[in-house]
């Protein structure tokens, strides 16, 4: 009865989780789709506010990406990036509330493994960084290109000039997909770190837990 009542128990909770989990991940996407729109509107606002002068040293890519790109990583910062890390911090905080309340010494294993993952991920979003800054000029640059061949494709075909930008275009992007590469791996590091920080603290407290027990 007692293993019955265990299993409903769990059932229960699991189907809670991930029942908050889809609300969650739904509203995030709706208000998601509705922040890009008022993030784009107000891109567009601005720009039409500015000079002239102001204008005119920024390339068409430039603003593209403004319009565009930028538009969505604030919206996947606002959506996605704030409240994970609000959501991880409070797991953090409740699991050291939680590890304290047994026994003091169950706090050293995290205590000791958040440092080490805060100075790697600080040279981990370091370059990453500078990565999305040369992606982002990259695509700037790819974009301009684009549109001076679309605008003017008569001036190209009559000067017999295809090889010519084909090779532009193609220089260009292979940049952006070294750019992307470089990115990818450094992004991939992230992954191994954290779960050997995470699959680190859980043997740490096993065992002191398990010591515990048996002295």
Not at 94 to 102: D, E, G, N, P
Request: charged share 20%.
């Amino acid at each position: 009865e007692i293993l019955i009542t265990l299993c409903i128990a769990y059932f229960v909770i699991v189907f809670t989780k991930h029942t908050i989990v889809y609300v969650d991940s739904l509203l995030r996407q709706w208000y998601g789709v509705e922040m890009e729109g008022d993030f784009r509107r107000a891109a567009m606002k601005k720009l039409y506010e500015q000079s002239q002068h102001t204008l005119s040293r920024y390339s068409a890519g430039d603003l593209y990406t403004i319009l565009n790109v930028d538009t969505a990583q604030f919206k996947e910062l606002f959506c996605t990036v704030l409240p994970s890390l609000l959501s991880c911090v409070i797991t953090y905080a409740m699991s050291i509330y939680f590890l304290s309340s047994v026994s003091p010494v169950l706090v050293i294993a995290p205590l000791i493994a958040t440092p080490l993952y805060a100075f790697a991920s600080f040279f981990y979003v370091k370059k990453a960084r500078r990565l999305s800054a040369d992606i982002r000029d990259a695509a700037s640059d790819l974009t301009m290109v684009v549109q001076e061949n679309i605008h003017g494709i008569r001036v190209v075909k009559s000067f017999v000039r295809e090889k010519k930008e084909t090779e532009k275009f193609t220089g260009i992007s292979g940049s952006i997909y070294k750019d992307f590469c470089k990115a990818e791996r450094i992004v991939a590091l992230n992954a191994p770190v954290m779960q050997l920080c995470v699959y680190g603290c859980m043997i740490a407290i096993s065992w002191l837990g398990a010591k515990m027990v048996v002295g």
